[in-house]
């Protein structure tokens, strides 16, 4: 079985664009975005995270309170 790359984000939380950042387990850049600090901005930065080749994980710590139709 091969060795598999965990994906790691995390955010920034800037007063007016949260700046969100993805990296592998080994380090490197996978993407980054920023995003309005508003409701919309904040749904916007979660799927734009959700649409990355490995999204969040099942039992992420906001995925039922924030995001009840999700399928993570």
């Known amino acids: 079985m ?5 994906v790691i984000g995390g955010v920034d939380t800037h007063a007016d664009f949260p ?9 490197r850049h996978l993407a980054t975005q920023a995003f309005p600090a508003t409701p919309d901005g904040y749904h916007r930065l979660l799927d734009w995270l959700c649409t990355l080749p490995a999204g ?6 906001n995925s039922s309170r924030d995001r009840p139709d999700s399928s993570w």
């Open 2 to 6: 091969a060795d598999e790359t965990a």
């Open 19 to 27: 700046q969100a950042a993805v990296i592998d387990s080994i380090g």
């Open 56 to 61: 969040p994980p099942r039992g992420h710590a």
